[in-house]
């Protein structure tokens, strides 16, 4: 029978565009309790590092009224090895679609590193480069706001592995496009945007910021139009399959991601508030569709550009 | 764990902005005293995790202390009210090793889940010793209560105007045969540091979701990054350090 909501990655079939974003979705299994999560696109986990790291001090948490939150949890994850040999095998047996690893780090060594592991791993079907983490120093977004770093993240990590491979770009630039560009030139399979705004919160009375770690990342509905409009003139610009991701909340928000030119569409934040999203947008989904008179969800993807 | 919505049935301050707010609905996820519930609110982002004070198999109640946009939210709730929550998150108390004569020690808006526990140790047939410690007479919360389960109470104040003068950690007994805490970080620092027995403390931390997927909540342990909503709230004493 005829899947409406298929869509593809670089030659993966996904079953619909709906992906839990890395760093809001665990490894994964932890989901398993709230709903049967085989019903997903994909799955992004949550970005690993080559070593384990514990991230920020506490609080890494602050709230933006109804518009968000700001997070600095800082890349904790329990460091590739243990990704590779334990969280990955233990998704595999419960989820039966396609796995993005996220990976990051902190010099290119790490992100080959990273990369070459994941490339091996059974079960991986995309890796997924996070040069945009706002929270980590002498790292991440570094890489992710310079055209140059960024091709040679690409370039580096396309030298050591046969799987596609989606550069998770920042909106913390003044042109994400020339990053974008860059990263198409290096040589990347797709691209992954937006991660988190660089945001900062004040507890008025303390007269102190929330975060200890003074500013992190926001996201969140707050973040949706800064995200279609970007996920839209990297589409005017590049190639290259997106993955469009920020403040996406509902299956609306899909299809104007996916109208604006993203492939597929992460959910990121709203995991967070309510465990079943993905799973709710996953079935309103044909809904909305009916009421668009869009047959195909394949059909709708740039539509905004023809 | 599970999302369910709860009708509000009372909503009553008792102590200098203290309430206590019961909810009716389904109670079966929650499955020890300590675990927490996430309640969504309209108008912010984010769930607020409250502890769970008492339950039954259709009623739960909470008791929270005012402190911030969603808590004064909460406070202006009226009965009949319908909510969206999280509820059985977190591990709660684990009173199998509790021992004979088992000592429960609150410090403030700690105190309302060790209510629930003092009742389930109760029903255990165990006689358990409870201190309490706020900073004044006004700030004084369930204390009647423990003592209407039969718990031996012992009340202390920073100003004296209720009970002994000074913190809990200058009444702790000679003799319990364990013990379990929920208060302030100052206060559990002290207890890791001062307490002869072993014992369970609850911890709170700011949460993104309160079930185990953001890694917002974690501190580190002797066993290495462990996240507050899902390995606790409530740890072993062999599990922290006295720098948490």
Known sequence: MENRLETSLSGIRLNNPVIPASGTFGFGREMTAWYDIDCLGAISIKGTTPEPRYGNPQPRIAECGNYGMLNAVGLQNPGVKVVVDNEIPQLSQVFHQPIIANISGFSIDDYVFAARQMDQTDGVAIIEVNISCPNVHNGGMAFGTQPQAAAQVTQAVKAVTHKPIYIKLSPNVTDITQIARACQDAGADGLCLINTILGMRIDIARRQPVLANRYGGYSGPGIFPVAVRMVNQVARSCQLPIIGCGGVSRAEDVIEMMMAGATAVEIGAQNLVNPLACKQIIEDLPKVMDRLHIHNIKDIIACVNE | ?244
């Open chain 2, 1 to 244: 764990m599970t999302q369910t919505q709860y009708i509000v049935t009372c909503n009553e301050q008792i102590a200098s902005g203290i309430w206590s707010m019961r909810l009716r609905g389904n109670t079966a996820a929650i499955t020890a005293p300590g675990q927490f519930v996430n309640l969504q609110l309209p108008g912010l982002f984010l769930r607020r995790p409250i502890s769970v004070c008492d339950w039954s198999e259709d009623e739960m109640r909470i008791v929270y202390k005012v402190v911030g946009e969603g808590t004064r939210y909460m406070s202006r709730i009226e009965v009949g009210v319908s909510m969206n929550v999280l509820t059985g998150l977190g591990n709660g108390y684990d009173i199998r090793p509790c021992g004979d004569s088992p000592l429960l020690i609150g410090g403030g808006v700690g105190v309302p889940p060790l209510l629930g526990l003092a009742k389930r140790l109760r029903m255990s047939g165990k006689a358990p010793q409870v201190l309490l410690g706020f900073n004044s007479d006004k700030d004084v919360i369930l204390a009647d209560e423990f003592t209407r389960l039969g718990c031996t109470v012992q009340v202390a104040t920073m100003d004296g105007s209720c009970g002994i003068r000074g913190l809990v950690t200058d009444a702790i007994p000679d003799h319990y045969s364990y013990y379990y805490a929920c208060g302030p970080l100052p206060m559990l620092r002290a207890l890791l540091a001062q307490m002869t027995q072993d014992g369970q403390l609850s911890l709170e931390a700011r949460m993104g979701c309160g079930f185990g997927v953001c890694m917002g909540c974690t501190i580190q342990t002797q066993y290495g990054p462990q996240r507050v909503c899902k390995e606790g709230p409530v740890f072993r004493n062999t599990e922290l350090t006295t720098d948490i």
